[in-house]
């Protein structure tokens, strides 16, 4: 899934956005309520972590804001507040659930994957699904399949496939997987990318199947069928 976290405390925020990519989830990070109600409004998220106590906008006036506007993202708010009340209020308030601090990691993913599924209409069975020619990803059960045959994915590869299956038959470029997969803001000056492009590739386009992930020269990579 894509997930947007809003936390202002640094250490907690890269120890939560570590975790979360470990479990296979594409992430995005504001440290100030400003900046998580701009991100939160402006791109497609599928569950938003909101912390309550942040600085410019605190999280209940930017969860106020989003449901105001029409924003129906599952939120998850995280709160150090002990009180009933304060949990009450945030879920009155538009949260989905609520999450307090400290939390272990194992219960966040099951949240997280919780607010996943109830995001799905029950008539809506493929909504979750990523298809691209007969290769298929599964974002709830984060499952892989080419044809009929299961494929077995790093975490890194899995969100390496599911950024290009969002962008496929378009040219992604290493710097747009810089930023969607690895969370760089800058070229680290590695082959990172070449490394687990080839390691993808070989995992989908085995056994002499049609290649569906190709190279760009001097543009990036592309996902599908060859232009004709």
């Not at 938003?48 to 906008?57: E, S, T």
């Not at 969860?63 to 002990?82: D, E, F, W």
């Not at 809506?124 to 990523?130: G, M, R």
């Amino acid at each position: 899934m894509r997930i947007l976290l809003v936390e202002d405390q640094l250490q907690q925020a890269q120890y939560t956005e570590k975790a979360l990519r470990e479990g296979g989830h594409a992430v995005d990070v504001a440290h100030d309520g400003k900046h998580g109600l701009f991100l939160a409004s402006t791109e497609p998220y599928e569950v938003i972590i909101l912390d309550r106590m942040l600085p410019q906008v605190d999280g209940l006036t930017v969860l106020r804001t989003l449901r105001a506007s029409g924003t129906h993202t599952p939120v998850l708010l995280l709160t150090a507040l002990a009180d009933v009340d304060d949990r009450v209020e945030g879920l009155r308030t538009g949260a989905d659930d609520y999450l307090g601090k400290p939390f272990s990691t194992a219960e966040l993913l099951a949240r997280i994957d919780a607010l996943g599924r109830r995001r799905q209409p029950a008539s809506a069975e493929q909504s979750h699904q990523l298809q691209v020619e007969d290769l298929y990803l599964d974002r709830l059960s984060r499952t892989v399949r080419r044809g009929t045959r299961k494929l077995d994915l790093q975490p890194r590869e899995y969100q390496l496939l599911e950024f290009l299956m969002r962008h496929a038959g378009h040219v992604v470029t290493r710097t747009m997987l810089l930023e969607g997969v690895w969370n760089y803001h800058f070229d680290p000056g590695t082959n990172v990318i070449d490394v687990h492009i080839s390691k993808l590739r070989g995992k989908i386009d085995a056994d002499g199947l049609p290649t569906l992930l190709h190279t760009v020269r001097g543009a990036g990579y592309r996902l599908g069928q060859p232009e004709q």
